[in-house]
C-alpha cells in the first residue's frame, strides 16, 4: 500500500500532524503500538497534563479543535516562582506582556480524544493501531515494515514516537541527550486552599516541584510535576499516598494547604534529548523524538505542536507546487529552522532551572537582577515571558 506521508506515533504530535495534512488533502498513514483512539474520559486523570502556551493555541485554532478543547482548559495568568532557601517569590504575570492569559492547561487525553474524534471523519488518513515500525529501506521512496507484517510505502515517513524514537534509532540520527538522574512524579490533586488562576514553581534542594491548575469533572484541581532526585524519589516511592501528600505539603511550604489524590500517581524518568539533524534520507521527526526538555519548563509539548505547524506548512506548499515532499531541501530548511528555535528555548529553560536550582549565591543573585522590578531589568523580564508564551 502507498501513502504520501507515513507517521509513525499518535501522540498529540503525531495525530495533530495527521489532521492537519488529512485536511490538506495528502493520503496519509499514521501507526502506533498502542491503542490511543480509543482515549475517552475516563483517561483523563491518567498521565500526564500540559500547559499550552499561546502559541499552541493558535495552533489547535488552526486544525479546527480548539472550540471542543476550550471549555475543558483551565486558564493561568500568573506564575510564582521561589525557592526554598529563603529568596523572595518571583512572580510573572500576563499583564507585564499586554495578554490577557499566559496560556491554559489540559489534560493530554482530553487533546486525544478530540484530535482522534476529528481524524474520524477524514477518509484519507489510515489509522493502524497495535502496530509499531520494524525496518525501513529508502530508495526513490522510503518503504516501512511493520511488526505485524505490513510493507508500506511513501514519499516522507515522520517519526512522531517519543523520546525512545525507533524512526530516530533506525534512520541513525545522532542525538545529544543526557539524564537529569531524576523522576518526575505525576498526579491531579485537590488542595486545601484555592490558586487563583496561578501557576506555582518551587525550586527545593531534592528538585523542583510545578503546580498548575486545571479543571477536573468541574473541580479545581492542580497537576503536579514533581521532579525529585533518584535518592529522594526512591523515598518517596516507598512512601503510602497519605505520608507522600504530607510530604508535598511541607515541601510547597503549605503555601496550598493540604492535597487529596485524584485519579493515580503516575512517575517518569526524565532525559535531556536533543537530535543534531531533525531529518535523514525521506525522513524527518517531530515533538519528543527530536527534543526532550525537564518537564519544569512546560514546555516540550508547545515545541512539539510549533515543529508540526513548521513542517506541515512545508508540505502542504510544496505539494501544492508539486515538488517532492520527501525531498531534501525541504528536510533540510524544516530541520535548521527547528533547530534555531528549539536550542534557543531549551537553552532558555536551562539556565532558568541552573539560576533557580542552584545553591551558588552569584547564580541566584544574576537571577534576582535578571527578573527584578527595577525599570532597567523589565525589557529583560518581559522578553523572558513573551519567549516562554510562544508570542516571539
Ligand atoms: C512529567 C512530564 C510533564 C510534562 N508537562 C508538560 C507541560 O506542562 N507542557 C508541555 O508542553 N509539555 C509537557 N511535557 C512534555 C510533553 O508531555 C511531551 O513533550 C509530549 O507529550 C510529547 O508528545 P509526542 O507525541 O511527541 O510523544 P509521546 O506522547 O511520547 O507519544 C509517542 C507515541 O508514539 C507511540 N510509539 C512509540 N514507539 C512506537 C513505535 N515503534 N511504533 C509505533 N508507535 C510508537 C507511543 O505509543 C505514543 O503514542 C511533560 C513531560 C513530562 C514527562
Not at 55 to 77: A, H, M, P, R, Y
Request: with cysteine; glycine share 8%.
Amino acid at each position: 500500500m502507498n501513502y504520501e506521508a507515513i507517521i509513525i506515533g499518535g501522540g498529540v504530535v503525531g495525530s495533530s500532524l495527521a489532521l492537519i495534512l488529512g485536511q490538506g488533502g495528502l493520503d496519509v498513514c499514521l501507526i502506533d503500538k498502542g491503542r490511543p483512539s480509543s482515549t475517552n474520559e475516563h483517561d483523563f486523570y491518567k498521565g500526564r497534563t500540559a500547559s499550552l502556551n499561546l502559541s499552541s493555541i493558535g495552533f489547535l485554532k488552526k486544525l479546527g479543535v480548539w472550540e471542543q478543547i476550550e471549555d475543558n482548559t483551565t486558564v493561568f495568568s500568573g506564575i510564582e516562582v521561589w525557592d526554598s532557601q529563603g529568596s523572595s517569590v518571583i512572580k510573572f504575570s500576563a499583564s507585564e506582556i499586554e495578554e490577557k492569559k499566559l496560556g491554559v492547561t489540559a489534560f493530554n487525553n482530553l487533546l486525544s480524544k478530540v484530535i482522534y474524534s476529528e481524524l474520524s471523519k477524514i477518509s484519507n488518513v489510515s489509522i493502524i493501531e497495535d502496530d509499531s515500525l520494524d525496518s525501513i529501506q529508502v530508495r526513490e521512496d522510503v518503504l516501512v515494515s511493520t511488526r505485524n507484517g505490513l510493507n508500506l510505502g511513501s514519499n516522507i515517513l515522520i517519526g512522531a514516537d517519543g523520546s525512545l524514537s525507533s524512526v530516530r534509532n533506525l534512520s541513525s540520527i545522532p542525538i545529544r541527550t543526557w539524564s537529569y538522574d531524576q523522576i518526575a512524579f505525576v498526579a491531579s490533586l485537590k488542595p486545601e486552599f484555592p490558586v487563583n488562576n496561578t501557576s506555582y514553581q518551587i525550586f527545593t534542594d531534592t528538585g523542583p516541584i510545578a503546580l498548575l491548575p486545571i479543571n477536573g469533572k468541574g473541580e479545581n484541581l492542580v497537576s503536579l510535576v514533581w521532579s525529585a532526585d533518584k535518592e529522594y524519589a526512591s523515598k518517596l516511592e516507598k512512601l503510602n499516598t497519605e505520608n507522600l501528600l504530607e510530604e508535598l505539603k511541607l515541601k510547597t511550604e503549605n503555601k496550598l494547604g493540604s492535597f487529596q489524590l485524584r485519579g493515580e500517581i503516575t512517575t517518569y524518568p526524565l532525559n535531556q534529548l536533543h537530535v543534531k539533524e531533525y531529518f535523514s534520507d525521506r525522513v524527518a521527526l517531530v515533538g519528543d523524538s527530536a527534543h526532550t526538555i525537564h518537564p519544569l519548563a512546560g514546555q516540550g509539548l508547545n515545541l512539539g505542536l510549533s515543529d508540526v505547524n513548521d513542517l506541515s506548512e512545508r508540505i502542504l506548499v510544496s505539494r501544492r507546487l508539486g515538488l517532492d515532499i520527501g525531498g531534501l531541501k525541504l528536510l533540510q530548511e524544516y530541520s535548521s529552522s527547528r533547530k534555531k528555535v528549539n536550542l534557543k528555548m531549551i537553552a532558555l529553560m536551562e539556565a532558568f532551572k541552573r539560576g533557580f536550582g542552584s545553591t551558588n549565591p552569584w547564580l541566584r543573585m544574576g537571577r534576582n537582577m535578571a527578573f527584578s522590578v527595577t525599570d532597567k531589568a523589565k525589557p529583560l523580564k518581559k522578553r523572558f515571558i513573551k519567549e516562554a508564551v510562544g508570542v516571539i
